[in-house]
């Protein structure tokens, strides 16, 4: 058990809450079992005196009388007073015949009040509890009473009475610190397990999973801990190969650069028309290298979350006749044509006109690339709640094995074809981005020489944007 260990705080914790209610109850017994053995003697002292004065009064007996039974068959001891104070007979405790009891004694007894307290013998060394009662015949004060009465056989009941719940007390508090240790214990030891499963975590160790058999807060923190196993794992696979992408990527613009470069540098070119065609090549590799760049700045700082948008009305029509201009020239320098389909409605449309553009054209650019005869599709289509886009071509299509991994950076279907379309692989990533950005959704549907269609949705106007996750579905045919 560590010193500074949870189950030592817990226990010692549930330790001090335990005895900050037992200490008080034991004490609390106590006092009531004193108060009733007191109450008690008291009763029934009382109601000895009480039964003397009756036999003096109302049986006319005789003091002699009376304390010649008393003495054959009482424990307790009694003597007798007259009206003046004077000890008539007995003989307790300096108490002797003819003592005269003290004045204040008297005159509180005339006035019919019982007295009452406690003795040391210190011949025998016993304890005494007496009462002094007045006796009163036809109203008149006539003498009293005092009985003695040990109170020794009370302190030792009270004594064993004391020791019996010391030791109960005892053998609570040592069942009740086995008890509450094994409770802590069996409650944190899940807790415990976490916290070695979160340090092999954060040594590296990202295939540690904690074994959750709750589905109280223990069993939901031990989740969190295996999906945050599973999340960084994950991440630091994604990273792997994210640096592997690119480290590829950049080879070869890189190489360009530099080969060509240093046959231009070394005047290794036979004409004017070669060292052009040279240049050429640099200056496409350089663009195609800042395209790249770029498009990872742009995808990391919406990844981050670090942007903002400029919400404005969109007036469809300008919107897709400015969209298909930027794209014509593309459309037709590959024998394709384009097909648009527009629905119109009186339904206003706000969002960020230069991202949605940006999608539209990534999924353009995209269809366009991809497809070598046919035809290229847009189609607008003002629904109830959402505007939907759908970019549709006839190209080649994307296989089954491929379409889970499409939106992912980097990834080609035609690995030979990446270079001859000019694309960097991040152009469906950022589209996704975005998507997610203006709280629309992207849907894929394809089939292998059929085509592929990619359709978007999105409100009519943005509330939440960056609450909202982009659910991408893939459909095959």
Do not use: C
Request: net charge negative.
């Amino acid at each position: 058990m560590k010193r500074n260990g949870i189950v030592l705080k817990f226990g010692l914790l549930i330790m001090a809450l335990f005895l900050s209610i037992l200490i008080p109850f034991a004490f609390m017994i106590d006092q009531i079992l004193l108060n009733v053995y007191t109450i008690y003697l008291n009763d029934n002292v009382k109601s000895i005196a009480e039964s003397l004065e009756v036999e003096l009064v109302e049986k006319e007996q005789s003091p002699e009388e009376i304390y010649e039974h008393l003495d054959l068959f009482f424990d307790h001891k009694v003597l007798f007073f007259n009206f003046d104070g004077y000890i008539t007979h007995g003989d307790f405790m300096g108490f002797s015949q003819g003592f005269h009891l003290p004045s204040n004694w008297v005159s509180r007894l005339r006035n019919g009040e019982t007295l009452e307290g406690e003795r040391f013998n210190e011949s025998n060394q016993e304890n005494f509890y007496f009462v002094v009662q007045p006796i009163f015949d036809d109203n008149e004060f006539d003498g009293g009473v005092i009985i003695f009465s040990s109170i020794d056989e009370l302190h030792e009941k009270m004594h064993t009475v004391k020791d019996w719940l010391i030791r109960v007390i005892v053998a609570t508090i040592l069942i009740a610190v086995g008890y509450a240790f094994f409770i802590v214990w069996f409650l944190s030891r899940p807790l415990v397990k976490m916290e070695k499963a979160t340090r092999e975590i954060a040594k590296g160790n990202l295939n540690t999973l904690v074994d959750v058999k709750s589905r109280d807060e223990l069993g939901s923190l031990g989740s969190a801990i295996n999906d945050l196993s599973v999340e960084l794992n994950n991440y630091r696979k994604n990273r792997s190969e994210f640096l592997a992408n690119i480290s590829h990527e950049l080879r070869t613009p890189t190489s360009y650069l530099s080969g060509y470069a240093k046959l231009i540098k070394e005047e290794k070119y036979a004409t004017l028309e070669e060292l052009n065609r040279y240049a050429t090549i640099i200056d496409g590799e350089a663009s195609r290298l800042a395209q790249l760049i770029q498009e990872l700045f742009e995808l990391s700082k919406m990844e981050e979350g670090e942007y903002t948008l400029s919400i404005q009305e969109i007036d469809i029509e300008d919107f897709i006749n400015t969209l298909l201009e930027k794209v014509n020239l593309k459309v037709l320098s590959k024998g394709l044509s384009i097909e648009v389909s527009l629905d119109l409605s009186a339904k206003a449309f706000f969002t960020d006109g230069m991202k949605l553009e940006q999608i539209l054209i990534n999924l353009l650019e995209n269809a366009i690339n991809y497809t070598s005869q046919g035809k290229v599709g847009l189609y607008i289509l003002m629904k109830e709640q959402k505007i939907e886009f759908t970019v549709m071509d006839t190209g080649e299509g994307i296989p089954k094995s491929d379409q889970p991994f499409i939106f992912e950076r980097f990834y080609r279907v035609d690995k030979s074809r990446s270079r001859a379309t000019g694309g960097t692989g991040l152009g469906l990533a950022i589209s996704v981005e975005l998507v997610k950005q203006l709280s629309g959704t992207i849907h894929m549907q394809s089939a292998e020489n059929e085509g592929t269609n990619f359709t978007v949705e999105f409100p009519y106007t943005i509330d939440n944007q960056r609450d909202a996750d982009v659910p991408v579905i893939d459909e095959v045919k």
